[in-house]
């Protein structure tokens, strides 16, 4: 359905508005696990 909405328009702001968003999805996780296991980490480390 999003395929089909943004071929359609043609409107190339709008696509990178999605592709952009797709992106922020996909980073956020690893950001997180990321900051967990250096957390993990530090702690260990101070034992």
Same mark, same amino acid.
């Not at 328009?9 to 980073?27: P, R, S």
């Given at each position: 359905?999003?395929?089909? /909405?943004?071929?359609?328009?043609?409107?190339?702001?709008? /696509?990178?508005?999605?592709?952009?968003?797709?992106?922020?999805?996909?980073?956020?996780?690893?950001?997180?696990?990321? /900051?967990?296991?250096?957390?993990?980490?530090?702690?260990?480390?101070?034992?």
């Amino acid at each position: 359905m999003c395929r089909a /909405a943004l071929a359609s328009e043609g409107n190339k702001a709008k /696509a990178q508005a999605v592709n952009d968003g797709i992106v922020y999805l996909m980073v956020i996780p690893y950001i997180l696990v990321g /900051a967990i296991g250096y957390a993990v980490y530090r702690m260990k480390k101070k034992q």
